[in-house]
């Protein structure tokens, strides 16, 4: 199955109630041959009628953040966790993770990238299968399966708390330092990764 067969097949997914109440079904967006991936939480109010992850101030502060750390949105794929809006952007149900978390690790499987950033908590839980709290582990690394995941602040929480603005532009600086020192890879060519110039 390739990726955007994936997302063909979650076109009409009804396994959750979150169906219910979405426009659109948001999948994910990139390079699908991406050596890094970023996992949001879920589609808000933009992403929900646009069909797209990160859009609107949220998605504007992403690419700013990307630029910081020398990548474009070209160079990544981005996608969430749930792939559904929760209505009035709560959080979402442990069971709704649950039931869309396959299709996360689908797409990690046929992107297969080197680095898995997380930006905010549920994206770190859902990878770490624990309850952790992103204020207390941002910066540092996991491994995951053979991935390096990698857990930041999520840009949202800059746009509620402007104190939060630096400790993510903070992240993004880490993880700039991060990549740098990544040694060159073998399996993918140099030039996929698009990092060793
Ligand atoms: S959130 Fe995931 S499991 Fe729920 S309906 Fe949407 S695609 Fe399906």
Known sequence: MTLDELGASLRDCQRCRLASKRTQVVFGIGNPNASILFIGEAPGFHE???GEPFVGAVGKLLTELLESAGLS?????IANVIKCRPPDN?????DE???CKP???????LINPRVICTLGNFAIRTMLGKQVSITKIRGQQFEVQGFHVFPMLHPAAALHQGSFRALIQEDFQKLKIFLDNLPRPTSKS????GLFG
């Open 97 to 99: 993770i649950e039931t």
């Open 190 to 193: 140099a030039e996929q990764m």
């Open 90 to 94: 709560r959080d979402p149900m442990p």
């Open 103 to 109: 299709f996360l690790m689908q797409q990690i499987e």
């Open 48 to 50: 929900d009628k646009q």
């Open 73 to 77: 949105r070209n160079d990544v794929y």
